[in-house]
């Protein structure tokens, strides 16, 4: 059974991580959520849960209005070949969410390890970084280096790169 928000935020909480969660509709898309960005402050993020034609999985982490070249990013998160968007069903399984509620949180749910997390540069410049806590009707802020240690100590050190084409031009 996936972890659920109330859970992950309490294992936030004993972690002492602060990470305020702010409640809102649903939102499945980040033309959605734009009003969002308003009224909580922080980088706010895309996730995009990728596979390789290895069978390896990615979790890569954006600004939400970052552009991703989908026919290159392969050659910088280190994946054999293209990449393809995972299955609802593999994102189920693995990361314990449905489509429109991906967010880094769900490696939680991750606990065979299977799950690369990359953490684009861009949105790594952000002291702190906004995404969904497991489900899509909320929204939780983490102080970027938090979300770091607790993806680590989580057991999914996370990559930090730049994957984006605003990141890759301004050479971080």
């Known amino acids: ?9 309490d294992r936030l909480a004993a972690r002492g991580i ?6 809102h509709p649903a939102v499945f898309t980040v033309g959605e959520s734009e009003d969002l960005h308003d009224r909580i402050p922080g980088g706010h993020s895309k ?17 939400a209005d970052a552009t991703v070249d989908l026919k290159r990013i392969h050659t910088l998160i280190g994946a054999q070949g293209r990449v393809s968007f995972g299955k609802p069903e593999l994102l189920m399984e693995l990361l314990g969410v449905a489509p429109g509620s991906v967010t880094p949180f769900g490696i939680v749910n991750d606990g065979d390890g299977r799950v ?19 489900e899509n009707t909320a929204t939780t802020s983490i102080g970027r280096d ?25 050479g971080l």
């Open 47 to 63: 996730n995009l849960f990728l596979k390789d034609k290895k069978d390896r999985v990615f979790l890569v982490s954006v600004l």
């Open 1 to 9: 059974m996936p972890l659920t928000r109330a859970a992950l935020l």
């Open 146 to 170: 938090d979300l770091i240690r607790f993806l680590t100590e989580e057991g999914h050190p996370p990559q930090v790169l730049a994957v984006t084409d605003e990141a890759i031009a301004a």
């Open 116 to 134: 690369t997390v990359i953490l684009d540069a861009g949105l790594m410049a952000h002291d702190v970084v906004n995404f969904h806590p497991l």
């Open 18 to 23: 602060e990470a305020p969660t702010t409640d």
